[in-house]
């Protein structure tokens, strides 16, 4: 059993914050067989760790970050975060989730998916967005594994972006009822 805390990250965890992406990123990359798309990957790392300092910067009240730790060693486990939509989500929606919160940044660490930690984040940011009276929010997904929890857990997603990101790299994107993901 996993002795996992989630909490909010601190100054003194920039850095392994900053690897932890980078870690998840090349690892989803090569798993999703993209591996080769050198700058879209750097690009995707650069967007995380900028909204990470819009955390930072904003304590909180731009982007808000979680991360899970494993309580045996203090590593860095996974993250979550919640900000405004994304300009593709905005477009991609013909503005129609433009007031909507994305929840994103859904990482866990490769050593540790399909151990629960994602459903602990999930539960943990949806819980964090009730008490601030959000009832909905969105989330979105071009990877091809994590489409597949997603829609397990939410269903179908809302916008299906076929090819969007080449031949069968479909974009989905999911309106989600806060109070029913608790």
């Known amino acids: 059993m996993l002795n996992v805390e989630i909490r909010r990250p601190e100054i003194e965890d920039r850095e392994q914050v900053k690897e932890f992406f980078r870690l998840v990123i090349i690892d989803t ?58 300009n593709l989500i905005i477009e991609c929606t013909n503005n129609n989730f433009k007031d909507l919160l994305e929840v994103g940044t859904v990482f866990v660490h490769p050593d540790y998916q399909g151990r629960g930690v994602g459903k602990l984040l999930l539960n943990k940011m949806f819980n964090t967005l009730q008490s601030q009276g959000i009832k909905e929010c969105c989330l979105d997904s071009g990877y091809i594994q994590a489409q597949k929890v997603w829609k397990n857990k939410f269903g179908e997603p809302n916008y299906l972006l076929k090819d969007y990101w080449g031949i069968g790299y479909h974009h989905m994107i999911w309106k989600i009822g806060v109070s029913n993901c608790i």
């Open 29 to 86: 990359f090569n798993k999703e067989g993209i591996g080769e798309k050198l700058d879209d990957m750097k690009d995707e790392i650069k967007t995380k760790e900028a909204y990470l300092e819009d955390d930072y910067k904003s304590n909180g009240n731009r982007r808000n970050f979680l991360i899970a730790v494993d309580g045996r060693n203090d590593k860095i486990i996974g993250c979550i975060e919640f900000g405004p939509a994304s």
